[in-house]
């Protein structure tokens, strides 16, 4: 059975990942699809009832409609992006050890926690926004008490009063002060977010409860959250550039002629569908190569999953659907209740280097 486990240089985990994603295109991009044509669905059936709105003169509902849509799209992004990371990790980790892999078995595999992933999601997503959302009331909050002297010595500086002078001061003020926790409250965010990115993959391969993912996280991404953090860069540069691309045609249509019609928004829905389906797996692949390569560096996993392979210990239980691949035998030693096993396996692996 060949495997990649060995130590990885971040040139080779971007190399490695942009390697799969060419020979296993059709199982990630199936995957992504799945997370995209919710979005898709979710966004015709907005537009399609935006239109009857239209049709039957009740236009000041739609502002209303397009509200309560986002709401929506945003939690279903949240639940079916969750469960598709999920499947991503799975079928990454089956194939980068060398086993099969499917669609089918990479959602059956992880279904049955379902549960698990989103409030390992749920936790992440509060530990790292919560600062920004709090600011972001907070400055709501101070704009409300003074957005209104302050529009009036806004319109008419030299008959202003001191109050009106002042409530505009404090709003420059609480602007600044908002502009300036939200360059702090991001960095928290990235921060705090790299030390949280191998999560989703511990629970995954390791069959872990939430909180002991997150444990398991920032123990396994101590000394390459730097090199993650490349990964994310890259990231974000390649889908922003796909969204500038296959959207410019869409926005210069929107300029130059105000609201898209229905059929235009409907086909700049399915482009989208085709992006996100394209560029979804990138970085959820890249971070399983991750989990994988510290797993390496750190325990020896390497040298653990060629005795494994070897029948030399016994393969661990995955409690896996026999209708996916087979269970890739991902057992920590700590989780076998043999703290020796470590030991030896890091002995093997000196010896073996």
């Not at 849509?69 to 990790?89: C, D, K, P, T, Y």
């Not at 989103?118 to 600011?135: E, G, K, Q, S």
């Not at 505009?168 to 602007?175: I, N, S, V």
């Not at 190569?289 to 030399?312: N, P, S, T």
Request: a positive charge; charged letters at 15%; glycine letters at 8%.
């Amino acid at each position: 059975m060949e495997t990649n486990l060995r130590p990885l240089t971040l040139g080779e985990i971007l190399d490695r990942t942009a390697q799969l994603y060419r020979t296993h295109f059709w199982l990630l991009a199936g995957i992504a699809a799945v997370y995209s044509g919710a979005i898709l669905l979710l966004s015709l059936v907005q537009i399609g009832i935006q239109e009857f709105l239209r049709m039957e003169h009740l236009e000041r509902y739609v502002l209303l409609l397009s509200a309560i849509g986002i709401v929506v799209q945003l939690f279903i992004s949240f639940l079916v992006g969750g469960i598709a990371v999920a499947a991503n990790n799975r079928a990454v980790g089956w194939v980068h050890l060398g086993e099969p892999a499917t669609i089918r078995g990479a959602y059956a595999s992880i279904l049955p926690r379902t549960g698990r992933y989103i409030w390992l999601m749920t936790i992440i997503y509060f530990v790292l926004w919560t600062p920004l959302v709090l600011a972001y009331g907070g400055y709501i909050a101070m704009i409300y008490f003074w957005i209104r002297p302050a529009r009036g010595a806004l319109k008419n500086l030299a008959n202003s009063t001191a109050a009106d002078q002042q409530a505009l001061l404090m709003m420059g003020l609480a602007t600044f002060m908002f502009a300036l926790v939200c360059v702090v409250g991001l960095a928290y965010a990235v921060v705090m977010g790299l030390r949280y990115s191998l999560a989703i993959a511990a629970c995954v391969v390791e069959n872990l409860k939430a909180r002991d993912g997150i444990r398991r996280s920032v123990e396994l991404s101590k000394g390459s959250r730097g090199r993650i953090f490349a990964l994310a860069l890259l990231v974000i540069v390649i889908q922003v550039g796909m969204v500038l691309i296959t959207q410019m045609f869409f926005i210069v249509m929107s300029f130059r002629h105000g609201e898209l019609s229905a059929g235009a928004r409907v086909l700049q829905q399915v482009v989208a569908f085709v992006t996100n389906t394209f560029i979804g797996p990138m970085y959820a692949t890249g971070l399983t190569l991750f989990y994988y390569d510290q797993r390496v560096r750190k325990e020896g996993y390497d040298i653990e999953w060629m005795m494994q392979a070897a029948g030399l210990t016994e393969a661990a239980d995955q409690g896996q659907n026999t209708d996916s691949p087979p269970p890739d035998l991902l057992a920590l030693p700590s989780e076998m209740g043999a703290p020796a096993a470590q030991n030896s396996v890091r002995d093997i692996r000196s010896t073996h280097d």
